[in-house]
């Protein structure tokens, strides 16, 4: 029941993405504040908003069914679902190589499911285990976030969205501990920590989502977003809450090697080309990729 909501969490997250890059797109200005006021008053941005938050309570129920690298690995499939639609709808341009990454991942994430089996864990993890993940996180968006802003086209997207990879894996860890509290009241849930914590890396992880896909390279901002949520989604599975690798010993080295299978896959995705539609037929042309 899990993996099958997680699915539908992925459909959700990539069809969401892909509308808010459109509605980014359709935005005046390259950076900075003002673009990320008009965004809330496009449609199709609002409809993609939508998605995504249908998608974090699919995501959210799937969490309480099943191990975050379970729910993690599967919701990362987004990126891939993403293409066809973003092909559609933001002129993104798919060749050879995307396709081959796009398969690389499926098969990566496949491999890593079936062979690790991730298992096992606690529901109580220590105060000072959170708070180390949480600051550890928290450092790691405002390095890779700096970087972003000094840079343009395909590494402004790749940064930015590694910055909010790291904002959405802390997002999904902590969501979590956070439905092990809702059933326990308002008040309680009030008092807690973890609703707080979800909310502030969910709005700097949409920050910098959008502004990964204000570049309008769609592939390498997802990308980057879904590998390092990946990676770091696995990693607090592990470190948090103990989840394990199942069956031995033995299934450990070719469940990491479905890992970085897929984390090469999206390395292949991250080097897709944006839309080169014509801007005098009113079309969004993003920054130019680098040449070295």
């Known amino acids: 029941m899990g993996s099958a909501l997680a699915v539908l969490a992925a459909f959700a997250f990539a069809f969401g993405t892909v509308l808010q890059q ?83 991942v499926v098969a990566g994430i496949i491999v890593f499911l079936s062979v690790g089996s991730p298992n096992g864990g606690t529901s109580q993890p220590s105060a000072s285990t959170w708070w180390t993940a949480c600051l550890i996180i928290a450092a790691l968006v405002l390095v890779f976030a700096a970087l972003g802003r000094s840079r343009q086209g395909a590494t402004r997207a790749l940064l930015f969205g590694s910055a909010a990879g790291f904002g959405y894996a802390l997002q ?3 969501t979590k501990d956070f439905d092990l509290e809702v059933g326990n009241g308002l008040l309680s849930l009030l008092a807690d920590w973890s609703i707080y914590v979800l909310a502030a890396s969910a709005v700097v992880g949409f920050i910098l989502q959008q502004s990964a896909l204000k ?55 991250a ?13 969004h042309v993003p920054f130019p990729a680098p040449t070295s």
């Open 22 to 104: 459109k509605g980014t797109l359709d935005t005046t200005q390259q950076s900075g504040g003002p673009w990320l006021i008009q965004i809330l008053r496009k449609p199709v941005w609002l409809a993609g908003m939508v998605l995504q938050s249908l998608g974090w309570i699919l995501q959210a129920v799937a969490l309480d069914k099943a191990p975050l690298m379970v729910v993690q690995a599967i919701t990362s499939l987004s990126l891939v679902i993403a293409l066809p639609i973003g092909i559609w709808l933001t002129g993104q341009q798919v060749d050879r190589k995307v396709a081959a990454g796009a398969v690389t």
């Open 172 to 174: 999904t860890a902590v």
């Open 215 to 269: 570049t309008g390279v769609l592939a390498p901002a997802m990308a980057s977003s879904n590998a390092v949520t990946l990676f770091v989604g696995v990693i607090l599975g592990n470190v948090i809450f103990g989840e394990m690798l199942g069956h031995g010993g033995g299934h450990v080295a070719p469940a990491i090697l479905g890992l970085v299978l897929a984390v090469a896959g999206v390395v292949l995705l």
């Open 271 to 283: 080097r897709a080309e944006g839309p080169t539609a014509d801007p005098a037929q009113g079309e």
